[in-house]
């Protein structure tokens, strides 16, 4: 009776995944239905325009073209039509099922479970949303049936709508996502010396497979592209997936789009948690700035953290508590981030990323203020003391830089530091490999590896950034960079940058 129940509930699973890409392509198919119409209406006032400059000419052959362009819609309009009947009827069938098949989990007698989850299973088998085919028969475009009379005076009697450019052909196999960059190559299905350009659109979707009409940004355009590939640089990767297509362009008209293609974006993404960060930090979403006034009607705390307060409190040693706020059941690491610790207090001057690492290779960068006093860049595991300071207890881990009087750069954890005798760069690379129980900073203008702790993680870690006098601004949705890769792979077995910090946590 389990294994029957198990079919049933993968059945009901499959059919609200098909319902819901019919409701999708139901979707695109009135769109395209409405963009034949406009594209239709477009067509015919551009040839009214060419119409109106030769009408003495032209006469007897606008009534004829004008019909083909109706006659064009018609046919499109009818196909587009029977398909979205088709459509309706099969997704009334699927639901009908779907209903059915909900319906019978609730069968007590093992018999008549089975014997239900058999018809189910033979009625799903023939069921006609899945011979749909969930492509539009025609497209909405009308751009062949133009027409430009400018050189064609003298060849009225044969004139012809002017020559569309076939729709291009993505290579999937060609296009790559590396270093939050996009990668897209295509051809022509036949070669096309009247081609003048390529016109490619991308947006970003947390959805994989076709493209969606609702509740999607609007398509971002690169136009006059002149060779059939073309890399998107510099990308925030703030979403899962990302849809591309491409279309060819004559001189006179811009041809039909490719298929469009979905490519993964994969990357660590986060921002900055102000619901627990110290009142004297200032927090905007990746940016955390140092705000000595922030604090001021925060309730005094008692004892030594009140004394020498114009000292460098990240210079001091830790004298503070390091009782961990009580940790709170989730499922989810943004939302287990979140709203679950007291906020930092005292000389803690720290704030988190929302976003726990749970596994895998991430990667993020950080860039601090010139006039930055002392800031330090790391990791901590989930729940630290609320007194806590980076690198200053046996579940964190980071670089430390001193700008108070001297420069100092070092390498911290568990209230052990090791000095770096490097220059200290604009901008740093965090690299986390949680699985491989491996932290590393690179400098990420040339990618030089700083410094690296190796250790066995054994909880959820969080982006950590401690900030006094000063601010720092945090880059996420990276990928892991190519450069790093490569220096890891050659790094994996040497031990010439690895910490003498190190432990088994």
Not at 132 to 155: C, G, I, N
Not at 293 to 314: C, V
Request: proline fraction near 4%.
């Amino acid at each position: 009776m389990d294994e029957e129940r198990e079919t049933l509930q993968r059945i009901v699973s499959t059919l609200v995944n098909k319902n819901d890409e019919i409701h999708n392509f139901i979707d695109m198919l009135n769109h395209t239905i409405s963009n034949v119409q406009v594209n239709s209406s477009n067509a015919i006032s551009e040839l009214d325009e060419e119409f109106d400059g030769l009408y003495s000419v032209l006469h007897e052959m606008k009534g004829s073209m004008a019909n083909t362009i109706q006659q064009e819609e018609a046919r499109k309009i009818q196909a587009l039509q029977d398909q979205l009947s088709q459509c309706s009827h099969a997704l009334e069938s699927s639901e009908e099922l779907l209903e059915i098949a909900v319906q019978s989990l609730d069968i007590k007698n093992p018999a008549k479970l089975l014997e239900a989850a058999r018809q189910i299973k033979d009625s799903v088998t023939v069921a006609s949303a899945f011979r749909l085919s969930l492509k539009p028969k025609v497209s909405d475009s009308m751009a062949h049936l133009m027409v430009d009379f400018t050189l064609e005076k003298r060849m009225l009697q044969a004139v012809k709508f002017l020559p569309v450019p076939k729709a291009p052909e993505i290579d999937v196999a060609a296009c790559m996502v590396a270093d939050n960059c996009v990668t897209v190559s295509w051809r022509m299905p036949e070669e096309d010396p009247r081609i003048d350009h390529f016109v490619l659109e991308y947006r970003k979707t947390n959805f994989d497979g076709l493209p969606r009409l609702k509740g999607e940004q609007h398509w971002e355009v690169i136009n006059y592209i002149k060779a059939t590939q073309y890399t998107l640089s510099g990308l925030k990767f703030d979403t899962k997936y990302m849809n591309l297509r491409v279309q060819a362009c004559n001189k006179a008209v811009a041809g039909e789009y490719s298929d469009p293609i979905t490519l993964e974006t994969k990357a660590f993404l986060f921002s900055l948690d102000s619901t627990s960060s110290h009142l004297n930090l200032k927090v905007e979403d990746t940016f955390v700035e140092w705000d000595p006034t922030g604090g001021k009607g925060q309730e005094k705390i008692k004892g030594k953290e009140n004394k020498n307060s114009g000292q460098n409190p990240l210079l001091k040693s830790n004298r503070r508590s390091n009782a961990a706020s009580p940790k709170r059941a989730t499922n989810s690491p943004r939302a287990s981030a979140r709203g679950s610790r007291d906020r930092f207090a005292g000389e803690s001057y720290t704030v988190l990323g929302d976003t726990a690492v749970e596994s895998g290779q991430h990667y993020w960068e950080v860039r601090a203020q010139k006039d930055c006093k002392s800031y330090s860049v790391g990791v901590t595991y989930r729940n630290p003391g609320k007194f806590d300071q980076l690198g200053k207890t046996n579940s964190s881990w980071c670089l430390h830089i001193n700008n108070w009087l001297q420069t100092t750069f070092s390498a911290k954890h568990n209230n052990k530091a090791k000095t770096l005798d490097i220059p200290v760069p604009d901008r740093i690379g965090v690299y986390c490999d949680f699985d491989g129980g491996q932290l590393s900073f690179y400098n990420a203008n040339s990618k030089a590896l700083l410094h690296t702790f190796r250790t066995k993680f054994t909880q959820p870690l969080l982006p950590g950034f401690m900030i006094w006098c000063g601010g720092l601004t945090v880059s996420t949705g990276l990928q892991v960079p190519s450069a790093v890769k490569t220096f890891q792979k050659s790094e994996n077995g040497l031990s010439g940058s690895t910490s003498s910090l190190n432990n088994v946590a």
